[in-house]
RNA sequence: CGGGGCAUAGCGCAGUCCGGCAGCGCAUCUGCUUUGGGAGCAGAGGGUCGCAGGUUCAAAUCCUGCUGCCCCGACCA
C-alpha cells in the first residue's frame, strides 16, 4: 500500500483509485471490468441500503425480487428500450451444456420483466398502485469501467411502479426524485440539483426522467439517481391493461427509479481529501476510533481499563471500536484509521490517564481538542452532528463557486476548459444544438433544474429563444 | 472498436537490448529494543518469470502464436 497517496492535484483519477485501495474499499476482479467489493466498501453500501429502505417503507413500497435472467422477446417488446440496452447487453446462450431454444439476456434492468408479471397481477383499478421496489445486481457490457463509477455489474435498488393515472405517475415519479434528493443531501451530506433530463439524455423508454446530478471535487458532474416516469409505454409492450371504475379498459401508467453502487463512488469524491477517504457520520460504518497509547506492559493495562470505564455508556450512542492492537504503532493507526475515512478519532495516552482528558481529532478538519474523560461521549455526538452538517456546508460551497451563468459561448469553452464546472446557459431546446455541444466541447446538458425560474434568453449555440436556463457540465 | 502500454514473490518494480545461479523495495514471519503522527536492528520464509510452441549445450531474456489486464478516445447509472 503506498504511504502516501497521490494528491488530487497531482491526478485525480489516480487520486481516487488510491483513496479506494487505501481505505481497503474494493479490488479488481479477474474478470475483466469487474470488481470486488470489500468489506469496508460494503459496509457503507449497506448503510446507504439501510436508510434508503426505510425511506421506499415509509413512502408505502414493499420489496420483491425478480430472475436475472430475461427471455430475448421480452427485451424486444419495447422499441426504444431495446435499441437503447441491447449495445451493453451480456446474453446466455447456452444452459446444461445445450444451446438454449430462446437467449437470455442478463438483465441491465428490470422493467420488461417486471412488466410481463404485472399483466398477471392487474386487472382492476382495485389492484392499483403497486409500489414494488428491488435490490439487485445488473449488468451492463461497459467499455470503460472505473471502480464503484462504471462496472460490468454493479448493486442498485429498481423501483417499479404502476398506476391507473398519469397524474398519479407522475406523481410517483416526483415523489421519488424527491426521496433521492433528501437521501444524498441528510445523509451523503451531498448537494444536488433536481432536475430533468433532457430527450437525448433520458432513459431508453420514458416519457421522462428526472436526476439528482451532484458536482465532484473536480468540477465535474455525477448523476448521482434517476426517477422515470415511463407513460403507458410498457404497459402497451406487454399489453397490460385493467379494468376503470366506469368499466373500460386502459393501459396502466408506470414509474421506475433507481441508484447504485454508484453512489459510493460519489461519496468518495465529493468530501474525500489527500489523506484518503472522509465519511459523512451518517453512513460511516464506524463513527469513532478509540486509540490508547502506551509504554509498556503495565501501562497498557492501565491505559485499557481507563479506556474501558469511559466507554462503558458509549453503546447505542454512536458505533466506535477500540484499537488495542499491539503489533501497530500509534502514529501507524493514525494514518489507517484517517485513510478509511473513521469521523472522529479519540487519542489517550500516560499523560491523560492523569489529567482525566482524552485529544479527540475530527477526520474531516484534522482539528485536535482536549475533551475531559466524562465529557467524551456526549462530545462525540455533537461533533459527529457537526461534522455531517460542515461537510454539507463545505460541499454546497464548492458548488457554489464553481458554478458560473453565461452568455458567451467562447467564454463558456474557455472557461470549461480551464477550471470545469456548472455552466447555467441558456438552450433553445433543440437536438441539434445539444449534439453540438457535445461534439464541440465533450461537456453535456445535465438537468433542466426543477422550480427553474423563468427568463428569457438566447440559445447559447444557436442564438434562438429560450425561455430558462439549463445546466451543462463534463460529466462522469 | 481505434491508438498506446504492461504481464517476473501478496503489492510495486529491476533484470530482457547483449541468453549463463531469480533479484530489489514494501508487506509477511521470528527475536530484541520501541510506542503522543506511517519505528530500529538482526534473522527467516515466499517464484509454473501470463499461456503454448520453437531455436539453443543453456531461455525471464531470442522467434512464432495466443490470452489477460491497464491507460487514452467514441457509448453509458
Not at 75 to 81: D, F, G, L, Q, S
Not at 278 to 290: G, R, S, T, Y
Not at 333 to 356: A, C, H, M, T, Y
Amino acid at each position: 500500500m503506498a504511504k502516501g497517496l497521490t494528491t488530487r492535484e497531482q491526478d485525480y483519477s489516480r487520486w481516487y483509485t488510491d483513496v479506494i485501495a487505501a481505505a481497503r474499499l474494493a479490488d479488481y476482479a479477474p474478470v475483466k471490468g469487474c470488481m470486488v467489493i470489500m468489506p469496508n466498501g460494503y459496509a457503507i453500501w449497506e448503510k446507504m441500503q439501510g436508510a434508503l429502505d426505510t425511506l421506499f417503507k415509509d413512502t408505502g413500497h414493499e420489496n420483491a425480487y425478480f430472475p436475472l435472467f430475461i427471455p430475448e422477446s421480452f427485451m424486444k417488446r419495447e422499441a426504444e428500450h431495446v435499441e437503447g440496452f441491447a449495445p451493453e447487453c451480456a446474453v446466455v446462450t447456452h444452459g446444461g451444456g445445450k444451446e438454449l431454444e430462446e437467449s437470455l439476456y442478463v438483465r441491465p434492468t428490470s422493467e420488461t420483466i417486471i412488466w410481463s408479471m404485472y399483466k398477471n397481477w392487474i386487472q382492476s383499478y382495485r389492484d392499483l398502485p403497486i409500489l414494488i421496489n428491488q435490490w439487485a445486481n445488473v449488468v451492463r457490457w461497459e467499455m470503460r469501467t472505473r471502480l464503484f463509477l462504471r462496472t460490468t455489474e454493479f448493486l442498485w435498488q429498481e423501483g417499479h411502479t404502476a398506476h391507473a393515472t398519469s397524474e398519479e405517475a407522475v406523481q410517483e415519479t416526483l415523489q421519488m426524485i424527491e426521496v433521492y434528493r433528501q437521501f444524498a443531501e441528510e445523509f451523503m451530506a451531498m448537494p444536488v440539483i433536481v432536475g430533468l433530463k433532457s430527450d437525448k439524455e433520458k432513459f431508453a423508454g420514458a416519457i421522462q426522467t428526472y436526476c439528482i446530478e451532484a458536482m465532484m471535487q473536480d468540477c465535474k458532474a455525477l448523476q448521482a439517481g434517476t426517477s422515470h416516469f415511463l407513460g403507458q409505454n410498457f404497459a402497451k409492450a406487454f399489453d397490460v391493461t385493467y379494468q376503470t371504475e366506469a368499466g373500460q379498459r386502459e393501459h396502466v401508467w408506470a414509474t421506475s427509479w433507481g441508484v447504485s453502487t454508484r453512489l459510493v463512488g460519489a461519496l468518495i469524491m465529493t468530501h474525500s481529501d489527500d489523506r484518503g477517504l472522509v465519511l459523512p457520520p451518517k453512513l460511516a460504518p464506524l463513527q469513532a476510533v478509540v486509540v490508547p497509547i502506551w509504554r509498556g506492559d503495565d501501562e497498557r493495562a492501565a491505559i485499557l481499563e481507563r479506556v474501558d470505564q469511559f466507554t462503558a455508556d458509549w453503546k447505542g450512542h454512536f458505533s466506535f471500536k477500540i484499537d488495542d492492537r499491539d503489533n501497530y504503532r500509534p502514529g501507524w493507526k493514525f494514518n489507517e484509521w484517517e485513510q478509511r475515512g473513521v469521523p472522529v478519532r479519540i487519542e489517550i495516552g500516560p499523560k491523560d490517564l492523569e489529567s482525566n482528558q482524552a485529544v479527540m481529532v475530527r477526520r474531516d478538519t484534522g482539528e485536535k481538542q482536549f475533551i475531559a474523560q466524562s465529557e467524551l461521549r456526549d462530545t462525540i455526538v455533537q461533533t459527529l452532528q457537526t461534522i455531517q452538517v460542515d461537510l454539507f456546508n463545505r460541499a454546497v460551497e464548492r458548488r457554489e463557486n464553481n458554478s458560473h451563468y453565461l452568455e458567451s459561448y467562447e467564454e463558456f469553452k474557455q472557461m470549461l476548459d480551464d477550471q470545469g464546472g456548472f455552466f447555467y446557459v441558456h438552450w433553445c431546446g433543440s437536438r441539434d444544438c445539444e449534439d453540438r455541444l457535445q461534439a464541440e466541447t465533450k461537456a453535456t446538458i445535465r438537468a433542466i433544474p426543477m422550480n427553474n425560474p423563468k427568463e428569457k434568453g438566447q440559445c447559447l449555440l444557436c442564438g434562438g429563444n429560450s425561455e430558462e436556463r439549463v445546466v451543462i457540465a463534463k460529466a462522469y
